[in-house]
């Protein structure tokens, strides 16, 4: 991967269960604490205030991030929000998957859905994005 080059939906998801095949990419790196911050959302429901204060904290630096190595997309989405959803979904397929009595059940089909339209879009996003312009010191 090239320096400014952001990760592909499939390594997004190998950085949401922390797998080696995410890379090292700083946004990977985020991702994958976007995911844990969820699954602690889950275990403990008393410290979504603080959890959801440092979830908001990744957003910030993964959009921070972007705009000194990328341009901002037309659309002016915000990469760390997308990211927090795709993070967020992941976490929540994954446990329908484990918890439910079967994996025909609708609901492990429709947050599936959901995983897979937020990475079509994560994919549609990134591909908006250009290099930033280079500085005369860049």
């Known amino acids: 991967m090239r320096s400014g080059e952001l990760p592909d939906r499939r390594e997004l998801l190998a950085a949401f269960d922390s797998r080696p095949e995410a890379g090292d990419h ?36 993964v959009d921070r991030w972007a705009g000194t190595v990328r341009a901002v997309p037309v659309r002016g989405v915000s990469l760390g929000a997308v990211l927090d959803r795709m993070a967020a979904a992941h976490v929540h397929a994954a446990h329908l998957l484990h918890t439910c009595e079967q ?7 429709a947050a599936w859905y959901r995983l897979a339209t937020l990475a ?13 312009p280079r500085t005369a010191a860049g």
Do not use: F, M, N
């Open 26 to 61: 700083p946004v990977a790196g985020w991702a994958a604490a976007l995911a844990e911050l969820h699954r602690q959302r889950h275990r403990d429901p008393l410290a979504t205030a603080g959890i959801d204060c440092r979830r908001a904290e990744l957003v910030a630096a």
């Open 103 to 109: 994996v025909s059940d609708t609901r492990v089909h």
């Open 120 to 132: 079509d879009e994560w994919s549609d996003l990134i591909a908006g994005y250009v290099p930033a």
